[in-house]
């Protein structure tokens, strides 16, 4: 029973950071960047449900994106990046490219070649 609580938490978890992150303005996602989620997002990115994976995933393309803006509007470095970078997700990120899920394995391709320049196997 503690599991399904558990998973369920979760999975609401994932839910509520997907819908601050997909629903905000640039203005909003910059005060967003306060709380730490970058960090929330990235610890998703290790769960065993490969649905919070996906939707950790898709997070982080939407943030580099708006993120993407910001720095466009305001000439600055992308914070999201610099986050990425400090945490290690990237490295997690690269990982991901070995996970058994299609999904998983090609959402991670897109934000790699997207943002980081890499190159197409």
């Not at 580099?64 to 910001?70: F, M, Y």
């Not at 509007?73 to 990982?95: A, C, H, Y």
């Not at 391709?109 to 190159?119: C, G, R, S």
């Amino acid at each position: 029973q503690m599991c399904i609580r558990d998973r369920y938490q979760r999975r609401v978890h994932g839910e509520v950071i997907w819908r601050l992150v997909n629903c905000c303005s640039v203005d909003q996602f910059q005060r967003l960047m306060k709380y730490q989620l970058v960090e929330q997002i990235g610890n998703q990115m290790q769960d065993s449900e490969t649905e919070i994976v996906v939707l950790a995933i898709k997070c982080i393309d939407e943030m580099l994106g708006k993120s993407q803006a910001l720095v466009e509007q305001k000439q600055t470095q992308n914070p999201v990046m610099i986050e990425l970078e400090r945490l290690d997700i990237i490295s997690k990120l690269e990982s991901l490219q070995e996970h058994s899920d299609e999904q998983v394995y090609e959402s991670t391709i897109k934000i790699l070649e997207t943002y980081f320049a890499v190159d197409k196997e």
